[in-house]
């Protein structure tokens, strides 16, 4: 299957007004990394067909072959005050997931709190979010029509693989960013990543920046988006298993 490529012209002409400035490159070490270099403004967003140093949190690797997933990163400046930006990758989470459904016709895609896209418990998408000024950078790979042996890890897959659908890269990061728009400046309220998260009330496993495990039980997501797990103790940052599953 050859991927329609990213179209500066189709982007621009479909997004709803003027707030996002998109530009589109056929290769970039990391959107991320250079859009921060770029002194970024709100509305700010680079997508490119490639990333040869695509990143995920604590500087592990974000892989995609070429023009298989949609790689962008875009600058944003909620209108909250810091201590609730940990609601910024959870908000990200609903307007990616919500896209997805939406292009795909689907209701399977889900957010894993804190910043993964699943299908069936398997990564579909990632998402890395990095404080930069007053705003945050707002990173999202997403696999969309990635082949099977292509996958860089076992619990990952792709759009295609698991709806059969080929979608318009351009389309969806339309989509997005204007879901994303919506969801964050309409006072990034919690409420509706309730309904699109797979983590509540699933028996996890967690680990600590500081190389603790927990073991418990995800109960609720508090108002600054920490998990709040069944022992009453909230955690912010961690990486999180569903014990109930293989992933
Ligand atoms: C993430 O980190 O999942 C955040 C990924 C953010 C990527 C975007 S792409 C555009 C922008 N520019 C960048 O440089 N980054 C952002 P984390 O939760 O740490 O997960 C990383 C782990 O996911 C890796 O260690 C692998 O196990 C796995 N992984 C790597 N590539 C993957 C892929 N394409 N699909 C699914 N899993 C992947």
Redesign the pocket.
Known sequence: MKPELLSSEAIGAALKDGYWRVSVLEE?T????QLRESSPKDGDVITAEY?S??????D?????VKSS?L???CYMKPNISKEFFGKIPLLAGVAVAKSINEITNSKNFKCKWP??ILFDEK??????CEAYGDGVII???I?VS?AEED???N??SSIFLETQKIIDRNKLLVLILNNLKETIHQGCDLLEYEQYCSTLEKAVSITLPSGEVISDVAQAISEAGALVLKSGREVTVG?LIHITTSN
């Open positions: 970039s990391s959107t991320q990394t990333q140093a695509g990143r995920g949190r604590l592990r690797k974000f892989e995609a997933a790689l962008f990163s910043n993964d990564k579909i998408a990632g998402l890395l990173g999202i790979g696999n990635t996958l860089p890890v619990h990952a990486d």
